[in-house]
């Protein structure tokens, strides 16, 4: 009986992880508000090629829910959520403010 508890809690462990990542590797879009085109935000490109720590946006930049947060230029220009990062400073990625970079991230 208790070996049949762990087996079912080790199953129960690995299901919760597999669904975990396979929900990462989906990208998240942030549906346009304006004319911009809509925003696709990769896991993958942040956690595994730029190779940063869940804690990096979690929970003080983002919530772990799609949809949960508005995204608004305004305040991610003032250093908010994606803007807190997309500075284009030394050592930080391109800027949000950069007239020539606005398609990194809206896609018509
Ligand atoms: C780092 C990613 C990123 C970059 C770069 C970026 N944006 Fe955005 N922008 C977003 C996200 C996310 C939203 C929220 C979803 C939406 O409305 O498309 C947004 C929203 C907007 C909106 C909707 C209204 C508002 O004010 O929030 C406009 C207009 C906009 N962006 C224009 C621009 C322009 C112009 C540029 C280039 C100067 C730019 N964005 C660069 C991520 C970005
Ligand atoms: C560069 C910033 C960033 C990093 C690093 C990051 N996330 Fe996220 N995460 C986001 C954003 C943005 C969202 C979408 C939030 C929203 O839609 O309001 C999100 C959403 C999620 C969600 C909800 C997905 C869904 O479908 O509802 C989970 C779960 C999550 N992240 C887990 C993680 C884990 C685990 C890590 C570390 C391996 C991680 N995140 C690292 C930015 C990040
Ligand atoms: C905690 C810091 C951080 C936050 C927050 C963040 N990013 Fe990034 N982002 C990075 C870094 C670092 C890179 C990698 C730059 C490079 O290597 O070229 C990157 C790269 C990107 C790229 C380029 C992808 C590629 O394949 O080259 C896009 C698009 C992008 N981010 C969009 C977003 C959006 C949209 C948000 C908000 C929902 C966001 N980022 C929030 C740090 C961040």
Known sequence: MKKLVVLF????ITLACA??????KK????KAVGDEGSVM??????????KMACKECHPALF????????????DMEAGKNCGN??????????SI???EKCGNCHKK
């Open 27 to 30: 990208d998240i879009e942030f």
């Open 63 to 74: 919530q772990m829910k799609k949809g949960a947060d508005v995204l608004k230029m305004a």
């Open 41 to 50: 935000f990769s896991h993958e490109t942040h956690t595994e090629k730029a």
């Open 9 to 12: 809690v080790a199953v129960a």
């Open 97 to 99: 403010k950069d007239k």
């Open 85 to 94: 990062c997309h500075t284009g400073a030394e050592g930080k990625p391109f």
């Open 19 to 24: 669904s975990f990542s396979f929900a990462l």
